[in-house]
């Protein structure tokens, strides 16, 4: 079965940094397009980026633009997420999730293996 794995979410106060990790299990990611997406207390997922299978090319959403940067390292089969200048509103379960896609798509309905989620709490 196919496993993904989040981990890097926690608190941290506005304004700080975090990284999130996305590690794979029994798959390699270089063959997926990946996803990061994030789901707030009473509200709906949305995608926050993603970073393609064939060009790496990445996309973001407008609210994480210029603050987040997706990469991949695969040699150790991990995405990361790296989040700066974080703001309350930063706050959501986040998932990475892995699909097929040739583009990079921030809609759910692309990807077809999830990760549990990590928690994100941006707070002072």
């Known amino acids: 079965q196919l496993q993904l794995v989040e981990s890097g979410g926690g608190l941290v106060q506005p304004g700080g940094s975090l990284r999130l990790s996305c590690a794979a299990s029994r798959f390699t990611l270089g063959a997926y397009t990946i996803g990061w997406f994030r789901q707030a207390l009473g509200k709906e997922r949305e995608g926050v980026s993603c970073i393609s299978k064939s060009t790496g090319s990445t996309a973001y959403a407008g609210s994480v633009k210029g603050r987040f940067t997706i990469s991949r390292d695969n040699a150790k089969n991990t995405v990361y997420l790296q989040m700066n200048s974080l703001k309350p509103e930063d706050t959501a379960i986040y998932y990475c999730?892995?699909?097929?896609?040739?583009?990079?798509?921030?809609?759910?309905?692309?990807?077809?293996?999830w990760g549990q989620g990590t928690q994100v709490t941006v707070s002072s």
């Open positions: 999730a892995a699909g097929q896609a040739t583009l990079c798509v921030l809609s759910q309905a692309w990807y077809n293996v």
